[in-house]
């Protein structure tokens, strides 16, 4: 059994009504042991034992109203005490007049019974889910399984003879009654101290001795016909138990589901010793009581029954929804690794596809998120024709398929996999009509296959497959080829990537990504009128990254809009900085693909602007050739919005793709940026002075500014001023700085003489 949790009081615990309850059970049980105790129902012991059940009903009373936790609970623990209180002290009132106490001493006995529904729902209440089955049918089990054990108690005592087989009716019966609900609620309470985490919780066992010793004087009473001093000491001393619980702390626990399985077990036990007891009256007579006790005994427990039947096939019906996505129909990520696991537990080799279609969203925000699940629907009904016996298909969330299949014996499982991806995607060949239009489709497939050895133990195993499908998937996605095998001399390092884009993915929200700005030069002035803004990651363990160690994995795993945002919002507010401390410079910042998809992207940038203060003009956002071709139409469009708002649009790295000059006549551009592959050989090649020199006078003819990137040597420089060059950016001028070193570099530039790149010409 697990060790038990430090038992400390709630704060504001009625400390003084606990005192009392403690003196007057110790003032009960020496009363008792000494044989000075008061006859039951007379005013003395009335007097005696009122005190101790008036403060056991005010603490749980106060606990009930005060303490939040678990006040469903002790609510009726609660009630269940002032039920109590309230018999005993009214009958104890009636047993003082003429004739009457008999009666009242009788009645006494039933008190306990009468609380036993509010005791035994609490108890089966006691840390359990709010949305666990329904109270009434539990107490129902509960009050079936006390006249169960009435009546088999019955039977047995008619057939054996003896004292109690001749006693009257109303001095056996109630203490019979109250032997049988202690005895149901001392099991009850066991059996929840037993249970894993909340066997630590003290208040349990307390709760078990409260009723331990209900059970142990009313068993003593019964047997020997009288109250004997240790049985009323047992009862005085679990009235005791049950305070001190309600004062104590609650142990942390982790609540449980009610298991129908286990009430429909109890049921049929009920029903079994009812039938049993109904058989022998049926054969002997027996006694009327213990007939109709066992009557509806098996009544109540036949009604339970019932009511379990149709919990469990709820139940059932709530398990198979937890493995089925509920858009497709399909099997759910729970359902599809929960079958890895089963093939890899049995040693069957096995093939696991993960599928991922290719601009889903594009479909989501153009033709609505009804179209993008009208999509995912016949994605899966296109998909499902082509299982084998065996086969799994499922969905993992959002636009992400996979397929699990076991393979044949013979078949190499690399050569199974590869088929299986083909298969896969020629299946998403055909387009879709989704929403009145022919829509295509593909998707990047990644497999990986075990060969009947699982790669880990466990569930472990399982998730290591399923990284070695997602990489592989990734590697399709990146190549452009649709369809990859895992192969672990290719993506053996998939780990560490993946490893990587999660620590990238929490340092967004902790702030470890910082900006490093290189100067942007005017070159016929050398007067700094600009920076370029670069990201770098201040890694934790691994130190200051570059970009090219993790924007490809920010852009394969859809972490590139949350991290330009913060790129944006950092260069935005410093720009803003500087400009408000008397120094105006443009800032540059770079765009990826998937920004220029992100409709929601000029919004953004001007709310930040607005909130800012930074005029629009003074931020520049860098666009490549290769960005626009991804999707021109949408690209332009966003591109033109983000123009309207006043802000600079660049093309960078001009001159390396292939349709630049089309572009120039359609897009809102103010600025080229010549790739550092032209300036580093401008004074060697002519080739590339020619076509430097026909850039510049192209673009000044269009009204754009010109800068050179890349320039690290001042005679590079003096012949860029020379072909009519507007800017320059280079390590001749400075490497990427913080913003403080950055400031440095420029009062250091202010104090010296400018070097005009004229003047190193002459």
């Known amino acids: 059994m697990p060790s038990p949790a430090r038992a400390r009081l709630l704060p504001g615990a009625p400390r003084r009504a606990l005192g009392i309850a403690v003196a007057f059970t ?49 609510g009726r623990v609660a009630l269940a005490g002032a039920v109590v209180v309230a018999v005993v002290a009214v009958l104890a009132v009636l047993g003082t007049l003429p004739g009457a106490r008999a009666a009242a001493e009788a009645g006494v006995q039933w008190a306990p019974v009468a609380a036993f529904p509010l005791f035994y729902s609490a108890l089966v209440r006691w840390n359990r889910h709010s949305t666990s089955l329904a109270d009434p049918n539990d107490v129902l089990n509960g009050l079936a399984a006390v006249l169960a054990v009435v009546a088999v108690a019955s039977v047995v005592i008619d057939s054996t003879g003896g004292r109690l087989a001749e006693a009257p009716w109303t001095q ?83 609540p449980q589901p009610t298991d129908p399985a286990a009430s429909t077990i109890g049921a049929f036990v009920v029903i079994v010793a009812a039938t049993a007891v109904l058989v022998a009256a ?58 890895v696991g089963q093939l890899c537990d049995r040693r069957s080799p ?73 298969r ?70 998939s780990s560490r990537h993946l490893a990587l884009v999660e ?41 200051l990254l570059g970009p090219a160690e993790f924007l490809p994995l920010a852009e394969v795993h859809g972490l590139m809009r949350s991290l330009t945002d913060e790129v944006l919002r950092q260069a935005v507010a410093q720009a803003a900085d500087w400009r408000d401390r008397g120094l ?19 919004c953004r940038v001007a709310r930040l602007l607005a909130g800012s203060g930074l005029p629009p003009e ?43 000059l089309s572009y120039l006549r359609v897009l809102p551009v103010a600025e080229l940026k010549l790739d550092r592959s032209f300036t580093a050989d401008l004074l060697t090649d002519a080739r590339n002075e020619a076509i430097v020199a026909s850039t510049v006078t192209l673009a000044h003819r269009l009204g754009l500014r010109v800068v050179a990137e890349g320039v690290e040597h001042p005679a590079t420089l003096a012949h860029l001023a020379g072909l009519g060059c507007d800017e320059s950016q280079g390590f001749l001028h400075s490497p990427p700085l913080p913003a403080d070193r950055l400031e440095a570099w420029l009062a250091a530039q202010a104090t010296d003489t400018p070097r005009s790149p004229l003047l190193l010409r002459s």
């Open 503 to 543: 620590e990238l993915r929490a340092g967004l929200g902790a702030g470890q990504l910082v900006l490093h700005h290189q100067p942007q030069v005017d070159v016929v002035t050398g007067r700094t009128v600009g920076v370029e803004a670069l990201v770098r990651w201040a890694h934790p363990v691994r130190g």
């Open 350 to 422: 096995l093939a696991f596809a993960l599928l991922d279609l290719d601009k889903f969203k594009e479909v989501n925000d153009g033709l609505g998120h009804s179209a993008g699940d009208e999509l995912l629907r016949l994605v899966a009904a296109r998909l499902k024709p082509m299982l084998r016996p065996g086969d799994v298909l499922g969905r993992l969330g959002g636009d992400e398929f996979a397929v699990v299949a076991p393979m044949d014996a013979g078949v190499a499982p690399e050569d199974a996999a590869a088929a299986l991806g083909r």
């Open 172 to 254: 056996v019966q109630p203490l019979l009654a109250q032997c049988a609900a202690g005895f149901v609620l001392v099991g009850t309470a066991a059996s929840l101290a037993s249970l894993g985490s909340m066997a630590r919780d003290p208040r349990l066992w307390l709760v078990t001795a409260a009723f331990a010793g209900l059970l142990a004087g009313s068993s003593v009473a019964l047997v020997t016909g009288e109250r004997a001093w240790w049985g009323t000491a047992a009862e005085s001393l679990g009235a005791l138990c049950l305070a001190v619980a309600a004062t104590l702390r609650p142990a942390r626990s982790d």
């Open 618 to 660: 003074r931020l520049v956002l860098e666009v490549t050739e290769s960005v626009l071709l991804s999707d021109p139409d949408r690209s332009l469009a966003v591109v033109g919005r983000l123009a309207e708002l006043g802000v600079t649009v660049s093309i960078d790295d001009f001159g390396t793709g292939y349709s630049s």
């Open 26 to 74: 110790t003032v009960q049980i020496v009363l008792a042991a000494t044989g000075a105790l008061p006859a039951t129902g007379s005013p003395a012991r009335l007097a005696v034992g009122l005190p101790l059940f008036g403060c056991l009903a005010a603490i749980l009373l106060w606990r009930a109203r005060r303490v939040p936790q678990e006040r469903e609970v002790w």
């Open 282 to 339: 049926a054969l002997g007579g027996g006694d009327p009581a213990a007939t109709w006790c066992a009557s509806l005994a098996a009544l109540g427990a036949s009604v339970r029954l019932l009511v379990n039947v149709r919990e469990l096939a709820q139940l059932a019906v709530s398990r198979r929804e937890a493995l089925t996505d509920e858009l497709t129909g399909l099997a759910n990520r729970r359902a599809v690794l929960r079958r």
């Open 584 to 602: 105006d410079l443009r800032v540059s910042v770079n765009l990826s693909a998937s920004n220029l998809l992100d409709t929601d992207l000029p």
């Open 424 to 493: 896969l995607a020629d299946q998403l060949a055909a387009p879709f009509r989704v929403g009145g239009m022919s829509v295509h489709v593909a998707a990047s497939i990644g497999l990986a296959c075990c060969s009947g050895r699982p790669p880990g133990e466990g569930a472990g195993g399982t998730e290591l497959l399923l990284q070695w499908a997602d990489a592989a998937m990734y590697d399709a996605k990146r190549t452009g080829t649709g369809v990859a095998v895992y192969d672990s001399a290719q993506h053996g390092d």
